[in-house]
Each structure stands twice: as C-alpha cells, then as structure tokens.
C-alpha cells in the first residue's frame, strides 16, 4: 500500500513519538480495512455461493500487519479459521489442501473464482483515501490535546 504524501504524514508520526503514532496508524488503518473486508464478505457469498461460501464469507477477518517497521503500514483481510476443520479437504491421495485457496486460484481443470483480488481490486483506491484521511485527522486531533 502506498499512500500519496506519505512522506508529510510520516514526519507528522514521528513528531508525535512512537506509541502515539502508531495508536493513530492502528485506528486510521482499521477504518480503511472496513471497505475491502465488506467486499469480500460480499463477493464470497455471490462469486463463491452456497453453503462453502457463506462460510467463508464468516470467517473473512481484517489483521493488522504484526511487525510494521517506520514508514511500513498494513492490514490484511484474509480467511482465518483457526482451530476449525471447515476448510481444510483432501485429494484421493490423501493430499491435504486449503479449500479457500483452491477457489481463490484454481486447481487442476477448474478455473479460479477470486474473490478477495476482486475485492481489493475494486476497493484498493477508496481504501487508500479513507487511511490517508484518518491519518491525517488522527494526528491533528491529538496534536491538539
């Protein structure tokens, strides 16, 4: 994720010290996660379908990025079932294989049915504007205290 002005809005974190700034980088990319996270669950239920995909639509969650460095910020939205059996499969042969994965990009003879790129792909640019935005307000709202 690259955000325009980013150089500005990160003289303006590092100005505020680091616990400060990355309370401010945590709430704004939370936000922007709202918008991909929704489309996904959206596009699961209509790309995917049935049974499989309104599980999957369930379990897309937003995780923000564990080890951000200065100047790196990140939120994933990815299918986390931790601890369930729901999506895992196996192949006559006894292969053990990722069900999301497997629609996401295919296997064998069947064509991918990607819905977590479709989603990025139609939110990418709104995602961009709302992070930058509450960015940038977080850091004037605590500036001002």
């Known amino acids: 994720m ?17 616990k400060v700034g990355k309370k401010v ?9 709202k918008t991909p996270l929704a489309q996904a669950k959206s596009n699961a239920k209509g790309t995917v379908g049935g049974s499989m995909g ?7 969650k937003a995780r923000m990025m564990s080890k951000m460095r200065k100047g ?13 059996d729901y999506f895992v499969g196996y192949t006559s042969e006894g ?3 990722y069900i999301p994965a497997a629609i996401e990009y295919g296997h ?14 139609v939110t990418k640019s ?6 930058t935005n509450h960015m940038r307000k977080g850091i004037e709202r605590v500036a001002k205290i």
Do not use: C, H, Q
């Open 95 to 97: 292969k053990r294989y």
């Open 54 to 60: 309104g599980l999957i639509a369930k379990f897309v």
């Open 108 to 121: 064998d003879n069947v064509a991918p049915r990607s819905f977590m790129r479709n989603a990025w792909d």
């Open 72 to 84: 790196n910020f990140g939120v994933a939205v990815e299918v986390s079932a931790k601890g369930n």
């Open 25 to 33: 980088v945590k709430s704004a990319l939370k936000t922007a996660a």
């Open 2 to 18: 690259k955000i325009d002005g980013a150089k500005e809005i990160e003289k303006m974190l590092d100005r505020l010290g680091t």
């Open 126 to 131: 709104k995602a961009f504007a709302i992070a």
